[in-house]
């Protein structure tokens, strides 16, 4: 068993401010994106300045997006309660479903704003998204919040706040699968030019692949538990991104062949 390392989720205080590393790891996920981002810029024909709005649009669709997927599937009673609740972001509360659906919605209006079609920016953008998702993770952990399930593995983790017994810590889990596995494969993938479509395909199988393998060892919701034939909410939103992530593939490949022989 391994000891939890308690950081102070708090980085930095001065006075009444204080910047969470939660904060931060989010922060520095759009940076990163943005700077690699900026570097395959011209693979889709935008400028530098364009990249700084197409951040905007995607953070703003990961932050409302996130809040609202986070209210809808996994606290609904809670907003039917107390709807101002949905506005008090601070109090926490974000779902990776609900966040990439407000990005698909901010993918479409930026593509339509700048006459670019909407699968080939979202070609563009998934490789640099498991960027977020693994640091976000690494902030989970530091919060000491979404532990595993308990286990007896060498490496397992007592949490505070969660028991006596050791947890496997899926967070760390996450931040390998969805964040540097994820993006290793999205980056060599997207090297070369691709049908449009394709890398999208792929990001939804994988990631939804990589999700609904790693619930196995996450903490169900307590107040959901496990649902349909013992899946979790992760595990259930995570079906249909594999299948659509499947079908875009087939679309996008079978779309290529067509044109070839026409």
Do not use: C
């Amino acid at each position: 068993m391994l000891i939890y390392p308690e950081i102070d989720p708090v980085a930095i205080s001065l006075g009444p401010l204080q910047v969470h590393w939660y904060g931060l790891t989010y922060l520095v996920g759009f940076l990163a994106a943005w700077w690699l981002a900026r570097s395959r810029a011209q693979q889709i024909g935008l400028t530098k300045d364009q990249i700084g709005d197409l951040l905007f649009y995607s953070a703003v669709g990961v932050i409302l997006g996130g809040r609202l997927g986070y209210a809808l599937f996994y606290h609904f009673d809670r907003v039917l309660a107390d709807p101002l609740w949905l506005l008090r972001v601070w109090e926490g509360g974000m779902a990776f479903h609900g966040g990439f659906l407000g990005v698909v919605l901010a993918v479409w209006l930026f593509a339509r704003k700048h006459k670019i079609h909407w699968l080939q920016l979202g070609d563009f953008i998934a490789p640099f998204t498991p960027i977020g998702l693994g640091l976000g993770r690494l902030g989970n952990f530091i919060n000491g919040e979404l532990w595993g399930r308990a286990s007896d593995v060498p490496w397992a983790m007592v949490f505070p706040g969660a028991g006596p017994d050791p947890r496997h810590p899926s967070q760390l889990y996450q931040f390998a699968l969805e964040g540097v596995v994820l993006f290793a494969l999205l980056w060599w993938f997207s090297r070369h030019p691709r049908p449009a479509g394709s890398v999208s395909g792929l990001f939804l199988m994988g990631y939804g692949v990589l999700r609904f393998m790693v619930e196995f060892t996450r903490e169900p919701d307590a107040h959901l538990g496990l649902l349909l034939s013992g899946l979790s909410m992760g595990q259930l939103l995570s079906l249909p991104m594999i299948l659509a992530g499947a079908l875009l593939m087939r679309l996008a490949y079978r779309n290529q062949k067509a044109a070839k022989t026409a």
